[in-house]
């Protein structure tokens, strides 16, 4: 298992408090903490990562906790945020084994569910979106539900996945579905 996510949010976690009480020594602790809060989005454009739905809702709630001064909304905030980087890594893993099944040429573009968008989810109905925008989801043997992107992060519409127990694809010749140029689609399972 990857552990990439975890190590990052505990490494965070202890910078942000390293910055709060090295600001708060000198300038107080209200602006300690502020101060602490510009840890995250550092981390972010340092990794070179978007925050999905789920981390900045976790951000906002240390935000919150920040300003209203309260350090229980501080620690669910950061147990929350704990576990969540354990599922992601996890997720992670999984794709990372299903990858390992697809040939070489193409793994760098194959992602876990969840990465398709900002609002996206590791579930059948995001798997059914994607498929309606024209891209190829499957679900590995291992339970892991990858999709895939060209090298210019197009979704791609006519891949054939190596090992997949489901499937969610268009339907090729592509055909106009019903709105905002969507395409027609079908699931398929062994």
Request: proline share 4%.
């Amino acid at each position: 298992m990857t552990y990439k996510n975890s190590v990052t949010g505990i490494g965070t976690e202890v910078a942000a408090q390293s910055v709060s009480k090295a600001v708060g020594r000198v300038a107080g602790a209200t602006k300690g903490s502020a101060a602490g809060l510009i840890v995250q989005p550092v981390v972010w454009v340092a990794t070179d990562t978007a925050p999905d739905a789920g981390d900045s809702f976790l951000y906002g709630v240390g935000v919150a906790a920040t300003l209203a001064g309260s350090a229980l909304l501080a620690g669910a905030g950061f147990v929350t945020g704990m576990i969540k980087a354990a599922v992601d890594d996890h997720t992670q893993s999984l794709v990372d084994e299903a990858k390992l099944d697809e040939p070489k040429e193409v793994r760098d573009g194959i992602f876990p569910l969840g990465d398709y968008d900002f609002w996206a989810s590791d579930n059948d109905i995001q798997a059914m979106t994607i498929a309606s925008y024209g891209g190829v989801v499957w679900k590995h043997r291992n339970g892991a539900l990858c999709f895939i992107r060209d090298a210019k992060g197009r979704l791609v519409c006519d891949y054939d996945p190596k090992s997949w127990v489901a499937q969610y694809r268009p339907l090729l010749p592509l055909k106009k579905g019903s709105k905002d140029g969507r395409v027609r689609w079908h699931h398929r399972s062994r």
